[in-house]
């Protein structure tokens, strides 16, 4: 059994790297984005439990901090994690992040034990658990 559908958005070649990582913990990667714009029609089409968006998303318009701005203002419940370059490590950056909504953040490169880690951490910040939470439409 799948723990949960997720959506990666990043332009940078570690999008495999953590899809490869999040497969083998048991999700579901439903789909991926490259650009802001399409990570916002990708989240709506799959409707995912948790979304890592990179923090540096750009390229269309919209960037990663906009992008976890309108999930969370579109989905109450939802789980985002934002991805962040060593180069984009910045205190402030986190806090616009964490601000909008999202519920943790994950440092690139990273393993799959740190993965794990942000998504137990996100949830529970969220007192959400898979196998408990209500599956959205």
């Known amino acids: 059994m799948k723990r949960g559908k997720v959506l990666i958005a990043s332009g940078f070649p570690s999008i495999s790297i953590i899809a490869t990582a999040l497969e ?18 990708r989240y709506m089409e799959l409707k995912p439990d948790i ?18 701005r309108w999930i969370a203002t579109e989905d109450a419940s939802a789980v985002v994690i934002m991805l962040i370059e060593e180069n984009f490590d910045r205190p402030e950056m986190i806090a616009d992040a964490l601000k909008v909504g999202a519920k943790g953040y994950m440092k690139k490169p990273t393993s799959e034990a740190e993965i794990e880690k942000r998504i137990g951490s996100a949830l529970k910040s969220d007192k959400k658990w898979f196998g408990i939470r209500r599956r959205r439409g």
């Open 51 to 68: 979304a890592f968006i990179d923090i540096a998303l750009d390229g269309d318009g919209i960037n990663g901090i906009e992008v976890a």
């Open 24 to 41: 083998k913990l048991g999700f579901d990667v439903v789909g991926d984005a490259r650009g802001g714009k399409e990570a916002v029609e």
